[in-house]
């Protein structure tokens, strides 16, 4: 899979070592910063915005947004079509997200999960398939959603 992850400062000691456990998988990882070795605070949704637009356009498979809480990154990256980000706080947060709401942005708190933690959801949430089944129907209601709270066709 080709996974996009970002973060802002807050996500970035956090999104190194996520990305130093992607690299020993099959995984593509598209690493769009902020830079590990950049200085000051940078504002999340312009990252959310980088990493949700890749997902949306198909450019990338997955996405992974890191904040202080995820919850910035959360709600910014679900502002665009077709994503569907879950921020998760523990094992059954991150399984649920992917078998019932078939997640394709994964949103971490760098504040509120420890480095280890947050890579166990990592794992958690690649290795989870979608259950599909009464799940997909719900996932078509969010869609038909968000086409007419984007003013398309409804
Ligand atoms: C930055 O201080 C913090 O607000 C940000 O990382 C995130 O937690 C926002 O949701």
């Not at 904040?67 to 399984?95: P, Q, Y």
Request: charged share 25%; glycine share 8%.
């Amino acid at each position: 899979m080709k996974i996009a992850i970002g973060s802002d400062h807050a996500g970035k000691d956090l999104k190194a070592f996520v990305i130093d456990f992607l690299s020993l998988t099959n995984n593509t990882i598209l690493d769009y910063g902020v830079a590990s070795d950049s200085a000051g605070s940078v504002d999340y949704p312009d990252y959310a915005d980088i990493v949700a637009s890749e997902v949306s356009n198909g450019r990338a498979d997955r996405g992974i947004l890191i904040c202080g809480t995820g919850l910035g990154m959360c709600i910014a990256a679900n502002k665009f079509s077709s994503v569907r980000a879950a921020l998760v706080f523990d094992e059954f947060t991150t399984r649920m997200s992917r078998a019932h709401n078939d997640a394709n942005v994964l949103c971490l708190g760098s504040r509120t999960i420890n480095h280890q933690r947050a890579v166990d959801f990592v794992k958690i949430w690649l290795s989870t398939e979608f259950e599909e089944g009464r799940h997909r129907q719900r996932l078509t209601k969010i869609a038909a959603i968000e086409r007419r709270n984007c003013g398309l066709v409804e």
